[in-house]
């Protein structure tokens, strides 16, 4: 009651200018971004995990929720993996509707914290450790490849549905998350490669650019040069799919 009595003024924040939506070199307009965690069997008494999840578009959040999953995991890879095919779910029909209405969206940026969860979702972790969630692994493997989301390792103190899933410490870890998911600070975690390509690919006018697979790496191909980056998160003249194949884009390739 302390907390509510104290935050009664407090409330969802959409930003507008551009000095906000393209600061720190990531440009944010009108482009959906989600973040998604899970714990490991934080109820006591079923054992079974709790999802957390969050979708913003310009700095603020449309769609947030935590619940619990239906099923107890046996790993910490499961929950999340779980967890991750849930936001899945939840972007599809949201990537349709924003298309209506003229907001064409690249591969959703998924802010993940779990290595192993970023791996299985590209096909490059280990199958034989997940094969009594293969389905779920399968799920996330053809959002990959279909070009819908593209999960992003980020530490756990940078992913703000972490607050979603389980009490966190200290209390100024709480309300730092908490202005970023309410939009009173609008600064989400950027890796050290994707701000380094965005960076690269920064201009006052627009570019035409191309991509392709080779030899199993995606290649961007510029007016100006070819590399071997491989970022999914920006819009190459609209095409449909990430790669050939979710095998073909490994985590190094993907800069996360």
Same mark, same amino acid.
């Given at each position: 009651?302390?907390?509510?009595?104290?935050?009664?003024?407090?409330?969802?924040?959409?930003?507008?200018?551009?000095?906000?939506?393209?600061?720190?070199?990531?440009?944010? =307009?009108?482009?959906?971004?989600? =973040?998604?965690?899970?714990?490991?069997?934080?109820?006591?008494?079923?054992?079974?995990?709790?999802?957390?999840?969050?979708?913003?578009?310009?700095?603020?959040?449309?769609?947030?929720?935590?619940?619990?999953?239906?099923?107890?995991?046996?790993? =910490?890879?499961?929950?999340?993996?779980?967890?991750?095919?849930?936001?899945?779910?939840?972007?599809?029909?949201?990537?349709?509707?924003?298309?209506?209405?003229?907001?064409?969206?690249?591969?959703?940026?998924?802010?993940?914290?779990?290595?192993?969860?970023?791996?299985?979702?590209?096909?490059?972790?280990?199958?034989?450790?997940?094969?009594?969630?293969?389905?779920?692994?399968?799920?996330?493997?053809?959002?990959?490849?279909?070009?819908?989301?593209?999960?992003?390792?980020?530490?756990?103190?940078?992913?703000?549905?972490?607050?979603?899933?389980?009490?966190?410490?200290?209390?100024?870890?709480?309300?730092?998350?908490?202005?970023?998911?309410?939009?009173?600070?609008?600064?989400?975690?950027?890796?050290?490669?994707?701000?380094?390509?965005?960076?690269?690919?920064?201009? =006052?006018?627009?570019?035409?650019?191309?991509?392709?697979?080779?030899?199993?790496?995606?290649?961007?191909?510029?007016?100006?040069?070819?590399?071997?980056?491989?970022?999914?998160?920006?819009?190459?003249?609209?095409?449909?799919?990430?790669?050939?194949?979710?095998?073909?884009?490994?985590?190094?390739?993907?800069?996360?």
């Amino acid at each position: 009651m302390r907390y509510l009595a104290g935050t009664i003024d407090m409330g969802v924040t959409y930003h507008g200018s551009e000095e906000v939506l393209k600061s720190g070199c990531y440009d944010m =307009t009108n482009k959906l971004i989600g =973040t998604v965690d899970s714990d490991l069997g934080g109820c006591v008494d079923s054992e079974k995990s709790t999802s957390g999840l969050i979708l913003m578009l310009n700095a603020g959040p449309i769609l947030w929720r935590s619940s619990r999953q239906s099923t107890a995991s046996t790993g =910490t890879a499961e929950a999340e993996c779980k967890a991750a095919g849930f936001i899945g779910q939840q972007l599809v029909p949201m990537i349709d509707l924003l298309s209506e209405l003229g907001f064409e969206q690249p591969p959703v940026r998924v802010l993940e914290d779990n290595i192993a969860a970023v791996q299985l979702s590209m096909g490059t972790g280990k199958q034989g450790k997940s094969g009594h969630f293969r389905r779920m692994v399968a799920y996330l493997e053809g959002l990959t490849d279909r070009g819908i989301i593209w999960l992003d390792h980020t530490p756990s103190k940078e992913n703000p549905s972490d607050i979603m899933t389980k009490s966190v410490t200290p209390a100024d870890q709480f309300f730092r998350m908490r202005d970023v998911i309410m939009g009173c600070t609008p600064v989400l975690f950027v890796s050290a490669k994707v701000r380094e390509i965005c960076q690269s690919y920064q201009s =006052t006018a627009p570019v035409s650019v191309s991509c392709y697979v080779k030899s199993g790496v995606l290649c961007i191909d510029s007016p100006d040069d070819i590399r071997s980056f491989s970022i999914p998160d920006l819009n190459f003249n609209g095409r449909k799919s990430l790669c050939e194949s979710p095998t073909s884009v490994s985590e190094m390739q993907m800069g996360v």
